[in-house]
């Protein structure tokens, strides 16, 4: 098996593309496989996301997560995908995994990853609403650390419902937007620990939970769980937290059958 790729033609500059936002992540792209580089924080906090995603589609779609392939069948998109972190994981689980990036250096990271690891997955350059315009429909999508790096959340997060089958489940996670997520998401871990490189995030796009909650249902979607990403110094690791959603947290909601 192989990844595929398809590249720049399907990737417009226009809806809530922000162009500043995709070039940081472009001069970051060959390190996505790099547990010490830059992408560091991702690699420790991978294990916390996908126990929650696996939880959420799992109990969504009444499959046992200690069976072999339980998502078989399932079509899954992983937008924002990066170098794949989520994509490989997944499609080793039975998923029919699509990863698109609107930064295009991302995609061949990926596809060459994935294909040394005998995956198929389609990586694509391409945007949440070029999928849409394409009639694209996905039973999952799984949309991490996006849409605090967007021009305009409620448009994105409208286009990934169109992405969605009716019945079909996302589950989306950002950054809180308090003191406590200043001092955590930018001044510890761009200025103190550099795990990222100063700027990656800007804290005045970080998103409440109520806020978010909010622009799901202005979107069409319905809102069903969010739970807290805790990280401890102590033990070096995260873990989910239903109370405390104060920095990271994650989101699942669903579009309604009609």
């Known amino acids: 098996m192989s990844a595929t790729t398809q590249t720049a033609s399907d990737a417009p500059a226009t809806g809530t593309v922000d162009a500043g936002e995709i ?7 060959a390190e996505w496989w790099d547990p010490k580089g830059k992408f560091r924080p991702l690699h420790m906090l991978n294990p916390c996301r996908l126990d929650y995603i696996i939880a959420q589609v799992a109990a969504e779609f009444g499959r046992d997560p200690d069976q072999p392939r339980p998502f078989e069948g399932l079509r899954l998109l992983d937008i924002g995908c990066g170098g794949g972190l989520l994509c490989e994981p997944m499609a080793r689980l ?7 990036d609107a930064a295009a250096g991302n995609i061949p990271v990926a596809a060459v990853h994935a294909s040394q690891s005998g995956l198929d ?4 350059h391409a945007t949440a609403e070029a999928l849409a315009d394409a009639g694209e429909q996905f039973d999952v999508v799984v949309n991490m650390e996006v849409v605090e790096h967007v021009a305009d959340p409620l448009a994105y997060l409208t286009a990934c419902r169109r992405l969605l089958r009716p019945g079909g489940l996302m589950v989306c996670s950002t ?3 308090n003191p406590k997520s200043y001092m955590v998401a930018i001044v510890g871990a761009e200025q103190v620990m550099r795990w990222l490189p100063k700027g990656t995030h800007d804290w005045r796009k970080f998103i409440t939970p109520d806020e978010l909650f909010a622009l799901l249902r202005g979107a069409g979607l319905e809102p069903v769980d ?9 033990a070096w690791s995260w873990s989910l937290s239903d109370r405390d959603l104060s920095v990271n947290y994650v989101t699942t909601s669903v579009k309604p059958v009609d």
């Open 94 to 100: 039975g998923a029919i995994v699509t990863g698109a």
């Open 23 to 29: 070039a940081k992540f472009e001069a970051m792209a």
């Open 121 to 124: 997955i389609d990586y694509r």
């Open 226 to 234: 969010r739970k807290g990403f805790v990280f401890s110094p102590l």
């Open 175 to 177: 950054l809180n937007r």
